[in-house]
């Protein structure tokens, strides 16, 4: 098992930047592929970017591609989301995630473990 806690969050402009980090308890967190995801109010969650076990493979939705970057440090036990050029369709509450496997998906349902959330607010 892993427990996830999430921070970083907050108000920024838009175009400004936030880091989020996503530290992991328990369990071995390089066994893990990990992925961000983000719900907005009264929208479903949406997949933003995963990571694979080892780091060195990455996919973004096409959203965000160009714009956040996802990354971990596996002797740190954390996981990041880079930010830049935020906009207001951005605002939302990131959840991190963890699949207890080497495979990598988009899904929300493959995932077995769910951090509380951080709200991110974009203003105009």
């Known amino acids: 098992q892993v427990q996830l806690a999430e921070s970083g969050g907050g108000l920024v402009q838009a175009g400004g930047s936030l880091r989020l980090s996503c530290a992991a308890y328990?369990?071995?967190?390089?066994?893990?592929?990990m992925a961000w995801f983000r719900q907005a109010p009264g929208k479903e969650r949406d997949f933003v970017a995963i990571?694979?076990?080892?780091?060195?493979?990455?996919y973004y939705s096409d959203s965000v591609k160009g714009r956040f970057t996802i990354s971990r440090d596996n002797a740190k036990n954390t996981l990041y989301l880079q930010m830049n050029s935020l906009k207001p369709e951005d605002t939302a509450v990131y959840f991190c995630?963890?699949?207890?496997?080497?495979?990598?998906?988009?899904?929300?349902?493959?995932?077995?473990?769910w951090g509380q959330g951080t709200q991110v607010t974009v203003s105009s």
């Open positions: 328990g369990r071995a967190f390089s066994s893990y592929s």
């Open positions: 990571i694979s076990m080892s780091g060195g493979n990455t």
């Open positions: 995630a963890a699949a207890d496997t080497y495979q990598m998906s988009s899904a929300s349902r493959f995932y077995d473990y």
